[in-house]
């Protein structure tokens, strides 16, 4: 079976309130992109060449970086930018256990191992407290995940981790556009990760990723690393990777950053409309969350009783309305990770949130209809009710 981007179909076809719509992006470039395409094609530009290093360019510029990498996808991002700065057996990297898997598995890629924290009961995100108190003689790097399109606050631990030496990386792969004390996600950290994932607020037509830095010795070294370890060929300075990013999709990525700050003010409109809909329905609680633009809502996330979230997941599937949830399972209780150690019980905000969290539709094409749609149909099933 063709992976589908899930979200995106129902019973085989395209109606409904969808929880994310990179097909409606795709029509909006597409004449531009194809356009662009087939210039590459004509000049043979199939790997690298000007249209990465002009979506390369334009993404630092963006974020406020001295420079972007662009790679294969966001998990290799990571994995790149722990191998950059040398991080490897016998080091721990310090992450949260309400993640999407792939932040602890590029930590297990490069053979270092992952210690995990609970995460904020408001917010979702990494609690700051916990990580300093998870720090030891071997911590060599702190993962901030900007989950659901939310920045972690890094402005005290950033001074706090450079003081003992800890490297702070960013992923960033949910929160492109977000912004913090007028500094945007990407230009916190040593280095900072992105996914474009097709879904992603900022996404590509297919797997991409970049990441983002401002020592030009760290970015100098990613540019091998992404290229069997030489930025020129045949010149093999480190054991490498091959994880390029693909023309095709740097040219769809230069294309639609040129709408992320009207996509983005879009989303965050969409928020003030849940936020105002969904206010005061009982069982239904709120994100958490700052009025600037800290959040970009790549996720508008609500938390439900555990025992209405399946009930109400089926009602409003029934309606048309697709939701998600972000995730089903911490970290820790993943299969994958048993290996480290850690059981039900070690992260209870985390495995509390997985049970009772629900996405709602949040993409360009939403309106305020739908939302009164989406809300209305909440209220019948929760409102009032006692769970
Ligand atoms: C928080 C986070 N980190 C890393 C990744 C990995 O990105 P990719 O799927 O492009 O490898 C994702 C993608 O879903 C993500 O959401």
């Given at each position: 079976m063709p992976f589908v981007i899930r979200s995106c179909v129902i019973g085989g076809s395209n109606m409904g309130i969808l929880l994310s719509a990179p097909q409606t992006e795709f029509e909006i470039i597409e004449e531009e992109w194809r356009d662009a395409v087939k210039q590459i094609a004509k000049r043979g530009e199939f790997i690298g060449g000007a249209s990465v290093a002009r979506f390369e360019k334009?993404?630092?510029?963006?974020?406020?970086?001295?420079?972007?990498?662009?790679?294969?996808?966001?998990?290799?991002?990571?994995?790149?930018?722990?191998?950059?700065?040398?991080?490897?057996?016998?080091?721990?990297?310090?992450?949260?256990?309400?993640?999407?898997?792939?932040?602890?598995?590029?930590?297990?890629?490069?053979?270092?191992?992952a210690v995990l924290v609970d995460c904020d009961e408001r917010t979702y995100l990494m609690d700051i407290g916990k990580v300093t108190q998870a720090v030891t003689a071997r911590t060599k790097a702190i993962?901030?995940?900007?989950?659901?399109?939310?920045?972690?606050?890094?402005?005290?631990?950033?001074?706090?981790?450079?003081?003992?030496?800890?490297?702070?990386?960013?992923?960033?792969?949910?929160?492109?556009?977000?912004?913090?004390?007028?500094?945007?996600?990407?230009?916190?950290?040593?280095?900072?990760?992105?996914?474009?994932?097709?879904?992603?607020?900022?996404?590509?037509?297919?797997?991409?990723?970049?990441?983002?830095?401002s020592s030009p010795e760290l970015l100098s070294t990613l540019r091998k690393l992404r290229n069997h370890g030489g930025e020129m060929r045949y010149q093999h300075e480190l054991p490498g990777f091959n994880s390029r990013l693909d023309p095709i999709q740097a040219i769809a990525?230069?294309?639609?950053?040129?709408?992320?700050?009207?996509?983005?003010?879009?989303?965050?409109?969409?928020?003030?409309?849940?936020?105002?809909?969904?206010?005061?329905?009982?069982?239904?609680?709120?994100?958490?969350?700052?009025?600037?633009?800290?959040?970009?809502?790549?996720?508008?996330?609500?938390?439900?009783?555990?025992?209405?979230?399946?009930s109400l997941m089926k009602h409003l599937q029934k309606k048309g309305i697709l939701t998600g949830i972000h995730y089903p399972t911490p970290v820790h209780l993943t299969p994958a990770f048993s290996y480290l150690g850690y059981g039900p019980g070690d992260f209870q905000t985390s495995e509390k949130a997985s049970?009772?969290?629900?996405?709602?539709?949040?993409?360009?094409?939403?309106?305020?209809?739908?939302?009164?749609?989406?809300?209305?149909?909440?209220?019948?099933?929760?409102?009032?009710?006692?769970?």
């Amino acid at each position: 079976m063709p992976f589908v981007i899930r979200s995106c179909v129902i019973g085989g076809s395209n109606m409904g309130i969808l929880l994310s719509a990179p097909q409606t992006e795709f029509e909006i470039i597409e004449e531009e992109w194809r356009d662009a395409v087939k210039q590459i094609a004509k000049r043979g530009e199939f790997i690298g060449g000007a249209s990465v290093a002009r979506f390369e360019k334009a993404f630092a510029e963006y974020i406020g970086a001295q420079g972007m990498v662009g790679v294969g996808n966001g998990t290799d991002a990571l994995i790149l930018a722990l191998k950059s700065l040398g991080i490897g057996p016998g080091d721990e990297v310090i992450t949260v256990a309400n993640t999407f898997v792939a932040t602890v598995a590029a930590i297990h890629h490069v053979g270092a191992r992952a210690v995990l924290v609970d995460c904020d009961e408001r917010t979702y995100l990494m609690d700051i407290g916990k990580v300093t108190q998870a720090v030891t003689a071997r911590t060599k790097a702190i993962i901030a995940v900007h989950l659901y399109g939310q920045m972690v606050d890094l402005h005290e631990l950033l001074p706090w981790a450079e003081e003992r030496g800890i490297a702070v990386i960013e992923d960033g792969a949910q929160a492109v556009g977000a912004r913090l004390y007028n500094r945007a996600v990407g230009n916190w950290g040593q280095l900072a990760c992105f996914s474009f994932y097709p879904d992603k607020n900022l996404g590509a037509f297919g797997d991409a990723g970049g990441i983002t830095g401002s020592s030009p010795e760290l970015l100098s070294t990613l540019r091998k690393l992404r290229n069997h370890g030489g930025e020129m060929r045949y010149q093999h300075e480190l054991p490498g990777f091959n994880s390029r990013l693909d023309p095709i999709q740097a040219i769809a990525l230069d294309i639609k950053l040129k709408y992320i700050e009207q996509w983005t003010a879009k989303r965050i409109q969409i928020a003030k409309w849940y936020e105002h809909e969904l206010n005061g329905i009982s069982n239904v609680v709120l994100p958490c969350h700052r009025n600037d633009q800290s959040h970009v809502f790549h996720l508008f996330v609500i938390r439900v009783p555990d025992l209405a979230r399946s009930s109400l997941m089926k009602h409003l599937q029934k309606k048309g309305i697709l939701t998600g949830i972000h995730y089903p399972t911490p970290v820790h209780l993943t299969p994958a990770f048993s290996y480290l150690g850690y059981g039900p019980g070690d992260f209870q905000t985390s495995e509390k949130a997985s049970k009772e969290i629900l996405s709602l539709p949040m993409n360009i094409t939403v309106s305020e209809q739908d939302v009164e749609t989406v809300a209305k149909e909440i209220r019948n099933l929760l409102g009032g009710v006692s769970i």
